[in-house]
């Protein structure tokens, strides 16, 4: 005779699991928990090919998009804690960023020092303006006019106080000798499902 459970009945067992069962093992369950795992992972591979090899498959085409390669400044003409203005990815609505050279290294960074940055100016929470906000001494820019959030760019231009949730966009530069380039967005623009459909 088998031990129970004393929170279900033998009887709830024997309908669940089948008298043949309960009499061979004296278990609940009929799978051991590897023989699950293995059944699920079978089942869903053969799934996925099923239906990556479907004919609804070979009907969508790949998408890729690209940031245009745009020239913003010389690295030379940058002075320490001075932003310069710029737009991009486009001239639409809410592509205006700057660059900056922190004096302090930064995610993101370029140059000898890894402590030159570029962001969109729009703030991610109801997009207020960021411009003119930029303070030198902690390396951040805000706060935003609406709801007083405040990015660091020393950290991808993660928020440190307010009321966004979201990094303000960060700029993705390339330096070609002394020439510096904007070459992408590392985020969503505010007010825009994709950046390049500004």
């Keep these: 005779m088998t031990h129970q459970p004393k929170s279900v009945s033998p009887e709830m067992i024997e309908v669940v699991n089948g008298p043949e069962e309960i009499a061979k093992t004296g278990k609940r ?14 089942s869903t591979f053969t799934v996925m090919v099923a239906l990556k090899s479907g004919p609804s498959s070979a009907k969508v085409p790949a998408m890729v998009s ?3 390669r745009k020239f913003i400044c010389k690295l030379s003409d940058l002075k320490e804690d001075e932003p310069l203005d710029f737009t991009y990815p486009d ?17 993101g960074g370029i140059g000898a020092e890894k402590d030159i940055v570029a962001f969109n100016y729009t703030c991610t929470h109801q ?5 003119g906000t930029y303070q030198k001494g902690d390396k951040a820019l805000g706060p935003c006019p609406l709801h ?21 966009p960060q700029v ?9 380039y904007a070459v992408g967005m590392f985020g969503l623009i505010y007010g825009r499902y994709d950046n390049l459909k500004g």
């Design 91 to 107: 001239e639409g609505a809410y592509a205006e960023s700057m660059i900056v050279k922190l004096g302090k290294e930064a995610g």
């Design 66 to 68: 690209t940031y245009e």
């Design 148 to 168: 007083l959030t405040t990015f660091d760019l020393t950290r991808h231009g993660i928020f440190i106080s307010g009321q966004a949730y979201q990094s303000l």
């Design 172 to 180: 993705l530069l390339e330096v070609d000798g002394d020439d510096v």
């Design 29 to 42: 369950c009929v799978m051991t928990r590897r023989q699950f795992l293995l059944t699920s992972g079978i």
């Design 127 to 131: 997009g207020g303006p960021l411009q």
